[in-house]
Every structure is written in structure tokens, then in C-alpha cells.
């Protein structure tokens, strides 16, 4: 159910993220942005640019269970404080499809990797009101590791939260 994503899911990809930010961040980043800059049109460009240039060496996959639902970015953690840990850059799931199971399993997913790829620790960041996917995270096991910062794009605190993974 899990498996690379391929440029072909780009369309799907960007309809889950546009939709999920809609869904996740109102009230945390201005409608403006969500219904007038973030749209399905201009994200398959970005997506489509990121599977040129290999996203930095993060590696995108998705949730597809005959039905494309959730999407999922890790890599190599990039902050300077966290040599050698592992980054879930990015974990979205159709508004649709939430509650069932599917943002568990992609978590999962990331820290088998993580742990495949010799990495001790996952790190993530959200935005700081966004205490459903907050709770989400604490649920699994992720705590704040007192990194924050302002994401000025979308005037939002951001927060990190890391998770030892040596348990694999």
C-alpha cells in the first residue's frame, strides 16, 4: 500500500496537499493564502519541479490502496543542531480518508526507514496552533525538542518535534 511515488501521482499529490492545508491550517495561515495562492493548478507545477530536482534528497511516497490517499516526504534531516537525524518533511492524508489509520502507518513507515538508513532520531515541524496534528504526533511518540521558529511566509509559529527511533 505504501510504494514510491512516481511522476504520475503528481495531480493526486497536489489536490491532497492543497486540500489538507485547507483543512488543517484554517485559522492558522489566512484564507488568503489557502483559497487564493494555494491552488491545485500551481502546486502540480511545484510538485512536478520537485520530482526534477530530486527535492533535495528527500524521497516522496504515497498511501495507495487502489485509491491514491495520503502522501509522505522524508530524507536526511537538514538543520545543522540535528547531524545524522532523519526529517518526516512532510505527511499529508486526504481530508476524506483521515481517522483510519493511514498518517500511523506513513509515520511508521518513515521511522522503519529512518532506522534502515542507520538514523537514530526522526525530527518534524508543524505550526504550533495545529494541535490536532500536534496531538497526532505526541500520540506516536514525538515530543517537543524546544526548536522553534517563525515561518514568515505564513506569519505561524513553528515547532519542532524529534523522536528516538533506536528501538528498531
Given amino acids: 500500500m505504501i510504494r514510491k511515488a512516481e511522476a504520475s501521482d503528481v495531480p493526486r499529490i497536489a489536490e491532497i496537499r492543497v486540500f ?18 494555494t491552488l491545485v493548478t500551481t502546486d502540480i507545477q511545484k510538485w512536478a519541479a520537485r520530482f526534477d530536482d530530486n527535492d ?5 511516497y504515497v498511501y495507495d490502496d487502489g485509491i491514491l490517499k495520503a502522501f509522505l516526504c522524508i530524507g536526511p534531516c537538514p538543520e545543522e543542531d540535528k547531524p ?32 534502515e538508513g542507520g538514523f537514530r532520531e526522526v525530527c518534524l ?4 496552533k495545529n494541535t490536532p496534528t500536534r496531538a497526532f504526533y505526541e500520540s506516536l511518540g514525538y515530543k517537543p525538542d524546544g526548536a522553534t ?19 528498531y
Avoid at 20 to 37: C, N, P
Avoid at 56 to 60: A, D, I, L, P, V
Avoid at 149 to 167: C, F, L, P, W
Wanted: hydrophobic content about 40%.
Fill in 125 to 128: 515541524w508543524t505550526f504550533e
Fill in 56 to 60: 533535495k534528497g528527500f524521497e516522496n
Fill in 20 to 37: 489538507g492545508w485547507r483543512s488543517a491550517y484554517r485559522g492558522i495561515i489566512s484564507d488568503e493564502i489557502l483559497y487564493k495562492d
Fill in 84 to 115: 545524522g537525524a532523519f526529517e518526516l518533511g512532510a505527511i499529508y492524508v486526504d481530508p476524506g480518508f483521515k481517522s483510519q489509520g493511514i498518517g500511523t502507518a506513513l509515520a511508521n513507515f518513515c521511522e522503519k526507514k529512518a532506522a
Fill in 149 to 167: 521558529m517563525i515561518v514568515e511566509a505564513y506569519n505561524a509559529m513553528g515547532v519542532r518535534y524529534s523522536k528516538d527511533i533506536t528501538q
